[in-house]
């Protein structure tokens, strides 16, 4: 069945890694991709996808209702799968404002939009629209911060502790209240740290492998013991395809690696994969530096995904050492050949 599908933040890191993958799959969907084209997008990454005849970009703001609203009419929009959010914890601590109007006002917008557009009534759909799907791709920290043992699963309490996972964790509330209230066909993912290819500089991994390059120190939070799940982008563009297509109604969904790792063990992974790659007269692991924790710095995320594996099938197919070694690689491309095209 043809589809017409609304994909928000599709310039970002996870949108960006899941439209050619999804185009690629579903050859007969149409794919609009709405992005702000903030700082954090780049338009390169999805560069292989703008030949493609089903494939259209629209530049705006998720937050400006009047815009949604033209795009679900102008393009006859059957399902909205958002990834859209202000994502990175240090930029929520110094402008929360931000945050809440993007990923709380933002994703208002999107879901009255879709109701006053697919729907009669609360609990009636138009038949043109009886199969539309709203997916809301989110966040483990949602549910704030793990001890030394236990897993988040889908009965775990929210309980944020930065101003960006309580932004998520309204958005996800309201998404549920739609289904709820309205009887709209909702699904939800939550998934722990993404890693990979296309990821904004800002991040951790991305950080340490261009500081290492550059010749600078590799700035570690507090002690560098705080814990991640992490999780392949490919395995999470996997996984919202699946749950998209085959998830139950007003359902959620969590999705993780089963990679923990300590924020110093990533260091020192990625610094070891660079002695192989660019050695040099010392070991990169001697440019790690501990820096002051930032406020609110959850301890440890970690996901239990049985119930995506066990209702829908879905497996994490890289291990962190298989996709950690893909993902150095792609940067190392992306940064030396910057280097060389600045010398040039």
């Not at 292989?48 to 703001?61: F, H, K, P, S, T």
């Not at 795009?71 to 404002?97: C, G, L, M, Q, R």
């Not at 958005?171 to 289904?179: E, H, I, K, T």
Request: aromatic share 12%; glycine share 6%.
């Amino acid at each position: 069945m043809s589809k017409t599908i609304l994909v928000t933040g599709g310039a970002g890191f996870i949108g960006s890694n899941f439209i050619p993958y999804f185009m690629n799959k579903y050859p007969n969907y149409q794919i609009v991709n709405m992005d702000s084209l903030t700082y954090a997008a780049d338009l390169e990454n999805i560069k292989e996808v703008n030949v493609l005849d089903n494939y259209v970009l629209e530049q705006g703001d998720i937050t400006n209702i009047d815009l949604v609203q033209t795009i679900f009419k102008k393009y006859k929009i059957t399902d909205v799968i958002h990834f859209a959010a202000e994502s990175h914890v240090d930029n929520s601590i110094k402008n929360p404002t931000a945050f809440a109007q993007t990923n709380i006002m933002g994703t208002l917008n999107l879901l009255d939009t879709a109701r006053n557009y697919w729907m009669e009534s609360p609990f009636k759909y138009k038949n043109e629209f009886k199969g539309s799907r709203f997916h809301h791709v989110s966040t483990d920290e949602v549910y704030g911060s793990l001890g030394e043992t236990g897993y988040f699963t889908e009965e775990s309490k929210y309980e944020p502790n930065s101003p960006y996972s309580a932004s998520k964790a309204s958005s996800d509330l309201l998404v549920r209240s739609y289904y709820h209230t309205y009887g709209m066909n909702v699904v939800t993912t939550n998934c722990s740290n993404n890693y990979g290819p296309k990821q904004h500089d800002e991040k951790l991994i991305p950080t340490l492998i261009r500081k290492a390059i550059q010749g600078e120190y590799l700035p570690i939070y507090g002690n560098g013991m705080n814990i991640r799940d992490w999780l392949f982008v490919l395995d999470h563009c996997k996984a919202v395809d699946l749950v998209f297509h085959q998830g139950e109604k007003s359902e959620v969904y969590l999705v993780g690696g089963k990679n923990e790792k300590t924020n110093i063990q990533i260091a020192d992974l990625i610094c070891d994969l660079l002695d192989k790659e660019l050695p040099k007269e010392q070991s990169y692991r001697k440019q790690i530096k501990y820096v002051q924790d930032r406020p609110g710095h959850d301890y440890r995320y970690a996901i239990d995904a049985s119930k995506l594996e066990s209702r829908l099938g879905w497996i994490a197919e890289e291990t962190f050492e298989s996709g950690i070694i893909k993902t150095v690689e792609w940067y190392i491309k992306k940064y030396i050949g910057k280097e060389s095209s600045n010398e040039s």
